[in-house]
T-cell receptor, first 116, second 118 residues
Framework: DGGITQSPKYLFRKEGQNVTLSCEQNLNHDAMYWYRQDPGQGLRLIYYSQIVNDFQKGDIAEGYSVSREKKESFPLTVTSAQKNPTAFYLC???????????????FGDGTRLSIL | DQQVKQNSPSLSVQEGRISILNCDYTNSMFDYFLWYKKYPAEGPTFLISISSIKDKNEDGRFTVFLNKSAKHLSLHIVPSQPGDSAVYFCAASARGRAGGTSYGKLTFGQGTILTVHP
């Protein structure tokens, strides 16, 4: 059963620590995305990757880093430079980057990050 | 700069009636629009989309209408069911050049909480 798996579901970080959120997909999609959702706001794009070994900054990339060493995996690291990391983080994938009708982005179930 | 806006934070509807969720956008380059549905603690799931060459797209109980001159789209759910209770996000995309920084990027609205009462 194909899908996107995000782990962990809940994550707590101490101030000054880096944490890494996992995102794995078995949909054979080329493109992957990381979004952040804050209360009362829409999803905002952090980073995206169109293909393995490639990634681009989104609208709010400061304080975050990513890697795309494998097609299936797109981990997100929230660094200590991110001053307001408490949020709900969503990973998504699509068959390829760009608008493809009837091939929308599919989302994982998210990771909720909180600061201790 | 909120390029996609859902001005109604919440909507309450009786079961069996029509639900109408609205979305406005400001960027005239947007040419593909989507609606996603989201339950608490889950990721959004795709509902329906529409290209700017159309003004209506229908899929079962869900119909999306696009008014390009008004830069407005709406999602109609008929008849509404209690299981439709969720947060609904509209999203928009502008076709860009391959490899460009905005290529395929989705811009989301803030979401509308729909509650369907039995």
């Amino acid at each position: 059963d194909g899908g996107i798996t995000q782990s962990p579901k809940y994550l707590f970080r101490k101030e000054g620590q880096n944490v890494t959120l996992s995102c794995e997909q078995n949909l054979n999609h080329d493109a992957m995305y990381w979004y952040r959702q804050d209360p009362g706001q829409g999803l905002r794009l952090i980073y995206y990757s169109q293909i393995v070994n490639d990634f681009q900054k989104g609208d709010i990339a400061e304080g975050y880093s990513v890697s795309r060493e494998k097609k299936e995996s797109f981990p997100l690291t929230v660094t200590s430079a991110q001053k307001n990391p408490t949020a709900f983080y969503l990973c998504a994938s699509s068959i390829r980057a760009g608008v493809v009708e009837n091939q929308p982005q599919h989302f994982g179930d998210g990771t909720r990050l909180s600061i201790l | 700069d909120q390029q996609v806006k859902q001005n109604s934070p919440s909507l309450s509807v009786q079961e069996g009636r029509i639900s109408i969720l609205n979305c406005d956008y400001t960027n005239s380059m947007f040419d593909y629009f989507l609606w996603y549905k989201k339950y608490p603690a889950e990721g959004p799931t795709f509902l329906i989309s529409i290209s700017s060459i159309k003004d209506k797209n229908e899929d079962g109980r869900f119909t999306v209408f696009l008014n390009k001159s008004a830069k407005h789209l709406s999602l109609h759910i008929v008849p509404s069911q209690p299981g439709d209770s969720a947060v609904y996000f509209c999203a928009a995309s502008a076709r860009g050049r391959a490899g460009g920084t905005s290529y395929g990027k989705l811009t989301f609205g803030q979401g509308t909480i729909l509650t369907v009462h039995p």
